[in-house]
């Protein structure tokens, strides 16, 4: 069963909602305009659901609008109000003349209201500042700040709860404020009632609101239809202009199955059926806070709970990402978001948590967990069992800091912050580890992560000093000193020989081992690191010197540009050309490269492999490269100059049916599933090792590619890959990624597990 918790995106429609909606299809199609019996029976459909509409609004005057949705109410609402404000002003009106300069909004609001202020001042040439409302730490407007603007504000926008952390908005010290302008200076006033509908009383006349959107699908009607309160006398505009419809102030035939479903769920509300009450609602949340808690002891909650809905929490894991929290809870079937449904898809922190002044680190980890009102029992109990076991997932993968009985970890894992790259090598024999090129943004995580494994940190390493900061390693050090192996060791970390200064040789873990090898160029000290296992070298941990589409810049004070070329010629003697290169920087999610393939994209490694330029003449070539370097997309120092021409993206993609034609063909193809250990954990795919073709089916997480890629480069070319995960997002990467080093059977499954028909998916088609 699925447990939707994302209520304030949308909402599932109510069973009497669809059978109202079927019945208009179906038997009651008639066009309201009509004046036969059959359009006069819509016409009273419609007429009852409005009066229903204003009993549950409680507005017995003013106008309420049969529209598409909220954001059609808002864009009505901001013409109407916008074209008066310019009438006033085109016609000079007598009395004393208002200087006008802003259109406010709250700066919470959901974008379409400060998108509709921008689109119409501009359209309507009215040339106001459209300016936001700042907020507190509680969500809530600063009303200190509104009392000094509203008299010289032409529009008041502010909504009655948010989407993203259920704030409720003080709508009667808004109210205050605005009544206490005088007439002629009191601006209109829109209160975007979207969330708050069913769940809250909005008195629209009493606290004299101009205009109230609403949206359907919120509240268990379907999508396309919403409403709009009109307050009587307020200014209007037809946004629509045409037949005549709604006493031609929203023209268009009226969408009938839209406003029968709408006339159900409002007979629900208004008759105290399927929605539960604040208590039980409040007692929800409890219920959801606990299991929440108890999951991540570590959560912070990002509004106060006192002044939100019952029916929504926003919270954050310190150390977590949100995209990371929002995989976890997908795995467990659980669909929560984080933040609003419109900007999901694009990974940015949210607006409203940042107005509220929240800490960058907290709303990069923000999740909202919303449910309807009509929410039983049943599910809460199933949610809370949901939520406890997303939480034992992550301890049991060291993720939480009360993690005790981990899953014994073992191999490569990459972690990357903004394109920098760290690695992390496990040796579950011999309970040894060496972290990479640590970066302090990952110290607590990977401390929490050996001390919970409790294996020993054999060694911290950097493949080179850095240019522009200090090494975190030894703050990461600082922070295991009980699990940390003793002993002296140079600069970059490596181990001394006991009262020597000579390094040691080999770095054991177990079957591992870790070599070094000193390739001056990127600095004078960068070093690579060479993993062996018990059958030869599997990974070249190579620092800035060779990253995909990039070498390292050799510009710094301490860059070794002239031994670069032979460093490079030196590497490829000891690693070979199809050796797994682990990079320190990765910008654009190419995992790993092989001196093989990079010479492909990177014309001066083939050079400077190939011997057909001298040090002196690829020093000259690379400064060349490096001369103009921009920042990166993440505002940080370039640590090479990409060439662009290298961009590899080509169609990876196989739909269910391509799937399965493959696996016919391919009898050894194989079916990669990329999500984290955790998410696999959670996850309805049945046990692998059980299943008959299970050999088909491998679990490699993406963070532990790099860890597959020896072996799979080492397949012949047209063995099949399918790489598959939730989204379908990080198996593209996967597929992109195998295809750039050379194996051009890498495929991903279009649009994920989420577009599979479960058991057909899983079953039928996976392990055939
Ligand atoms: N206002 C708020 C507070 C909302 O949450 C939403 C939807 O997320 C909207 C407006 C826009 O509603 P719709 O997309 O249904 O037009």
């Not at 509240?219 to 009587?232: E, F, N, T």
């Not at 703050?475 to 006991?498: I, M, Q």
Request: proline share 6%; aromatic share 6%; with cysteine.
């Amino acid at each position: 069963m699925e447990i939707y918790l994302d209520a304030n995106a949308t909402t599932p429609v109510l069973a009497q909602a669809r059978a109202a909606a079927m019945a208009v299809m179906d038997q009651d199609f008639g066009n309201p305009s009509s004046i036969h019996s059959t359009g006069l029976k819509a016409r009273a459909l419609m007429d009852t659901v409005r009066a229903r509409a204003r009993r549950v609004l409680g507005v017995a005057t003013g106008e309420l609008l049969f529209l598409s949705g909220a954001t059609e109410g808002i864009q009505t609402a901001v013409l109407s109000a916008l074209s008066a404000l310019r009438q006033r002003r085109d016609e000079d009106a007598p009395g004393p003349a208002r200087d006008l300069r802003w259109l406010l909004y709250g700066a919470t609001e959901h974008k379409a209201v400060p998108e509709a202020l921008r689109h119409w001042n501009r359209l309507l040439g009215l040339d106001l500042e459209v300016k936001a409302i700042p907020v507190g730490r509680d969500g809530r407007h600063d009303l200190d700040w509104l009392r000094a603007h509203a008299p010289q504000a032409g529009m008041v926008c502010t909504m009655a709860a948010n989407n993203e952390t259920g704030v409720i908005s003080d709508l009667d010290g808004i109210a205050a404020v605005l009544a206490s302008l005088e007439a002629t200076q009191r601006p209109f006033w829109m209160v975007d009632g979207v969330q708050a509908l069913g769940k809250l009383p909005l008195r629209l006349e009493a606290r004299g609101i101009d205009y109230a959107p609403f949206s359907g699908h919120k509240l268990y009607a379907p999508k396309g239809i919403g409403l709009l309160y009109v307050r009587a006398g307020a200014p209007f505009t037809p946004l629509l202009a045409g037949g005549g419809q709604e006493s031609a102030l929203r023209s268009g035939t009226e969408n009938m199955s839209g406003i029968a479903a709408l006339g159900a769920v409002l007979a629900a509300l208004e008759e105290g059926r399927d929605f539960r009450d604040g208590p039980t609602l409040h007692s929800y949340r409890e219920r959801l806070t606990q299991a929440l808690t108890d999951a991540f002891p570590a959560l912070q909650f990002n509004a106060p709970p006192d002044l939100c809905l019952p029916t929504t929490l926003n919270f954050s894991v310190p150390g977590l990402s949100s995209k990371l929290l929002l995989d976890l809870f997908d795995a467990a079937d659980v669909r929560v978001s984080g933040g609003s449904a419109c900007s999901a898809a694009k990974a940015q922190p949210s607006y409203v948590l940042e107005a509220m002044g929240l800490p960058a680190s907290q709303t990069a980890s923000a999740v909202r967990l919303s449910f309807g009102p009509a929410t039983d029992d049943a599910f809460i109990r199933e949610a809370c069992a949901r939520i406890r076991a997303c939480g034992e997932a992550l301890r049991e993968n060291c993720l939480s800091p009360t993690g005790n009985q981990p899953l014994p970890a073992d191999g490569v894992t990459r972690f990357v912050v903004d394109g920098a790259c760290c690695w992390l090598v496990a040796d579950a024999a011999s309970q040894r580890c060496v972290v990479i090129d640590p970066l302090p943004e990952l110290n607590d995580r990977l401390s929490q992560w050996v001390r919970c494994q409790g294996y020993a940190l054999a060694a911290v390493l950097d493949t080179h000093s850095h240019g522009d900061h200090a090494s975190s390693a030894a703050s990461l050090r600082a922070a295991v000193p009980e699990l940390l192996a003793p002993g002296e060791t140079d600069a970059l970390g490596w181990p001394l020989v006991d009262g020597r200064h000579d390094r040691v040789a080999a770095l054991v873990l177990g079957e591992r081992r870790l070599t070094r090898l000193p390739i001056p160029g990127h600095t004078e000290d960068s070093t690579a690191y060479l993993l062996h296992d018990a059958h030869g070298l599997t990974t070249a941990f190579v620092g800035d010197m060779v990253m995909p589409g990039a070498l390292g810049r050799s510009d710094f004070d301490q860059s070794a540009p002239f031994a670069y070329r032979d460093s490079l010629r030196q590497l490829a003697e000891v690693v070979g050309p199809h050796a797994v290169l682990a990079p320190a920087h990765d910008y654009d999610n190419r995992f790993a490269s092989t001196l093989s393939a990079e010479s492909a994209y990177q014309p001066l490694l083939a050079h400077a492999l190939r011997g057909t330029l001298d040090a002196q003449a690829f020093a000259a070539a690379k400064a060349g490269l490096e001369r103009h370097l921009a920042l990166t997309e993440y505002q940080t120092m370039a640590c090479g100059a990409r060439i662009d021409g290298s961009r590899f993206e080509v169609d990876t993609e196989v739909d269910l049916a391509a799937l399965r034609d493959l696996l016919e063909r391919h009898p050894q193809a194989r079916l990669i599933d990329v999500r984290e250990p955790y998410e696999q954990r959670l996850s309805l795919l049945p046990d692998l090792p059980e299943r008959g073709a299970g050999h088909r089916l491998q679990a490699t997480p993406l963070s532990r590619l790099v860890d597959a890629l020896p072996e799979w480069l080492s397949l012949p070319a047209d063995q099949p890959l399918v790489f598959f995960c939730r989204s379908g997002n990080r198996s593209a990467q996967a597929a992109q990624a195998l295809r750039r080093l050379g194996h051009e059977a890498a495929f991903t499954l279009a649009g994920g597990l989420a577009l599979w028909p479960k058991e057909a998916a899983i079953d039928s088609a996976l392990y055939v």
